[in-house]
Each structure stands twice: as C-alpha cells, then as structure tokens.
C-alpha cells in the first residue's frame, strides 16, 4: 500500500474491534484520515469516536467509489464486520504511521474533495 499520496478510495473508520464505525468515500484518503483523526468532522464519526482506519478499497474512478460506498451502506451490520475481519483481522489502524506528527517541518495533507 502506498501512504502520503492521494488516490480514490471507500473506507470504513471505527472507534475499536466490533465498534461504531463510518463508511465514506474520499478522493483523498490521506487528507480524509487526518480530517477523523482529528475531529475536523461533526457528526456520527466525531461522536463515536471513529478515528481508526481499518478498511479501505482503491478505486481509479471517483464513480466506482462511489457506488462502491452504496453497496455496503446497504449491507447488514455483520457483513461490513466480516469484510473488514477479512482484510484486517486485528482491526489495525492502516493509517498509524501515515503522518509524521513529530516533524516540525510537516503539516496536515490538504483536502480538494
């Protein structure tokens, strides 16, 4: 997986294992992570705390993306448990070493969605 380059992609964040979680779509996943990690966002993932990202799916169009996104929003709650048990079995945070926090010199990736 390449991190700090922006591609298209649908992914799921989650506050923890078998947690609340987020299903969204991003042209820009690096800058999109930074924005839940960081409580940028009100709603549903701010409010649960959805701030791991533990599935994602690239895409080469933002359309497949897109529709991508509305076929799991429609899936039951096990299914999108079992699609992120299958690619991430820990529940891993595929996005822990993404941003150099430490770096004085680094700031956040911009967002152009």
């Not at 991190?3 to 042209?27: D, K, P, V």
């Not at 533990?54 to 709650?77: C, G, M, P, S, Y």
Request: net charge positive; proline share 5%; hydrophobic share 40%.
């Amino acid at each position: 997986m390449e991190t700090h380059r922006t591609f298209i992609a649908t992914y799921i964040m989650a506050n923890g294992r078998n947690g609340a979680t987020y299903l969204g779509m991003t042209s820009n996943l690096t800058a999109r992570v930074w924005k839940h990690k960081t409580g940028a966002f009100e709603g549903h993932s701010k409010a649960k705390g959805c701030t791991r990202l533990v599935w994602f799916q690239r895409f080469a169009w933002v359309t497949e993306a897109i529709r991508r996104e509305k076929q799991i929003k429609k899936w039951l709650r096990d299914w999108k448990l079992k699609l992120i048990e299958d690619a991430n079995p820990d529940w891993l945070d595929l996005a822990a070493d993404w941003y150099p926090v430490n770096d004085p010199d680094w700031t956040p990736p911009p967002e152009v969605d």
